[in-house]
Nanobody
C-alpha cells in the first residue's frame, strides 16, 4: 500500500513562497499504478479541492484556475518525490494541503474518487 508523506508547510505573508514536498513510499515510482500524482487542499469550512496534478508517464501538468501562474507541480522520479512550488501566495491559499494519488482529471482539474490515496496533510497559512 502506498504511503504519502507531506512536508514543507508553514506560515508566510502574502506575496511569499513555500515549497511543499511529498515522499512516496510503499511502491517505487515506476511501479505505482496511479496515472496521476497531485495536490489537493481544504480550507476550514470548505470542501477539499484539487490544486495541481502531474501525469506520471508524460509529465503533463494540470492546475486549478485559482493557482495558475503561481503554483508549479514537479516530480523527482528517481527519489520518489513530488513537489508543489507556491509563489505569490494569497490569504485565500490558506488551507491544509494533501498529497494524493489515484484520482482523475475532470475538465483539467484534479478530482478525488473513492480510491484516492491521501497523505496526512501539511498546513499552509498566508497572512495579509
Amino acid at each position: 500500500q502506498v504511503q504519502l508523506v507531506e512536508s514543507g508547510g508553514g506560515s508566510v505573508q502574502a506575496g511569499g513562497s513555500l515549497r511543499l514536498s511529498c515522499t512516496i513510499s510503499g511502491y517505487t515510482y515506476s511501479s505505482y499504478s496511479s496515472y496521476y500524482l497531485g495536490w489537493f487542499r481544504q480550507a476550514p469550512g470548505k470542501e477539499r479541492e484539487g490544486v495541481a496534478a502531474i501525469r506520471r508517464s508524460t509529465g503533463s501538468t494540470y492546475y486549478a484556475d485559482s493557482v495558475k501562474g503561481r503554483f508549479t507541480i514537479s516530480r523527482d522520479s528517481a527519489r520518489n518525490l513530488l513537489y508543489l512550488q507556491m509563489n505569490n501566495l494569497k490569504p485565500e491559499d490558506t488551507a491544509m494541503y494533501y498529497c494524493a494519488g489515484d484520482f482523475v482529471i475532470v475538465n483539467g482539474v484534479p478530482q478525488s474518487t473513492e480510491r484516492t490515496s491521501w497523505g496526512q496533510g501539511t498546513q499552509v497559512t498566508v497572512s495579509s
